[in-house]
Structure formats: structure tokens, C-alpha cells
């Protein structure tokens, strides 16, 4: 055996201990898997994801393919695009889109919580509101919330609940996009 081969095989050796194949291959199935619920987000939520240029194109061209072996090699690819982006911030922006995770969960009781506050609240709550959410419309909030009111006073089914809930998921989405600029 050479000098040059027997060195090589040291660094294999090291390199082995550092990381195993299995989990080489495990991390790069779940940047696959982040590269696939990237292309399965809408443009919208896509939008507040940073990432590179080069990534986002990638991301978007995953839309226009249809066959399933082309996408299966265009999702390994994204996954090897995605070793240099910061996966971190994005599966915490991919996580937040994801109705099944927990942060969305809490984000969305929280939306609950407040409607609640607003519909059976006084002007103090709607102003602690207010502040919360700069970018508010106050006359259409308060509007929403004088229609709601008098849909529960009349026991009427909550159409007018829903559209103020609506408004403030809208609202708290335009504030976590402006946070992230």
C-alpha cells in the first residue's frame, strides 16, 4: 500500500467517526423534505421565506413539473441547493405556514384569544389592540367588531365574528412579514 493511499485512508477514518453515512443521508432526506414543503407553498407565504434568488427560481420551477421521476430528481436537487442556505430560518418560516405545527397553533389561539377580548372587551382593550397592531385600519376594526357584537346579542350565527377573525389573521400576517424585512 502507498504512502499516499494509506494517508487517505486515515482521513476516510476520521471523516467516518465525525459523521456516519446513515446520518448523511438521513440529513439530506429532510432537506429534501423542506424542499418539497417549500414547493408546496402558496406565492404569498413563499414571499416572506428568505432565501437566495438561485433557491427561490428552484422553488418555482418545481411548479411547472409534472412528471413524478423528474420531480423525484428535482427535489434531490433542491435538497443539495438548500446545504447552503440557512435551513434554520427557513423551516421556522415553513413551520409557520404548516397548519399542523405548534407555533401555527398558538398563533392561531392566540388570533382566537384576541377576537374574543375584542368582541366582549371595552375601548381599552381595543386600544391595547390598536398598539399591538400598528398597521390597523381602527374604523374597520371597530366597525367589525360593533357587527359581531350585535350578531351575538341577537344569538345569529358568527358570520361577522369570522370576517373580524379574518381581519386579524391578515393583520398579524402583514406585521410578521414587515418584522422579517
Not at 384569544?113 to 391595547?128: A, S
Request: include cysteine; hydrophobic fraction near 35%; glycine fraction near 4%.
Amino acid at each position: 500500500m502507498s504512502k499516499r493511499k494509506a494517508g487517505n485512508e486515515h482521513l476516510e477514518h476520521d471523516e467516518s467517526e465525525e459523521i456516519s453515512k446513515s446520518e448523511i443521508k438521513r440529513q439530506m432526506h429532510a432537506l429534501q423534505e423542506l424542499g418539497k414543503k417549500l414547493s408546496e407553498l402558496r406565492p404569498d407565504q413563499l414571499a416572506k421565506v428568505s432565501m437566495s434568488d438561485h433557491m427561490r427560481r428552484a422553488v418555482e420551477e418545481s411548479r411547472r413539473i409534472s412528471s413524478h421521476i423528474a420531480l423525484k430528481r428535482h427535489m434531490q436537487y433542491l435538497g443539495k441547493l438548500l446545504r447552503t442556505e440557512d435551513n434554520e430560518a427557513i423551516q421556522i418560516a415553513v413551520d409557520m405556514f404548516d397548519a399542523s405545527t405548534q407555533a401555527h397553533n398558538q398563533r392561531f389561539h392566540a388570533l382566537e384569544n384576541w377576537r374574543e377580548r375584542l368582541i366582549t372587551g371595552d375601548n381599552n382593550t381595543i386600544q391595547l389592540f390598536i398598539d399591538a397592531y400598528a398597521g390597523c385600519d381602527i374604523q374597520h376594526l371597530r366597525q367589525l367588531i360593533r357587527n359581531a357584537q350585535r350578531e351575538r346579542e341577537q344569538q345569529k350565527p358568527p358570520a361577522h365574528a369570522r370576517k373580524l377573525f379574518r381581519y386579524l389573521r391578515e393583520l398579524d400576517e402583514l406585521e410578521d412579514g414587515t418584522q422579517e424585512s
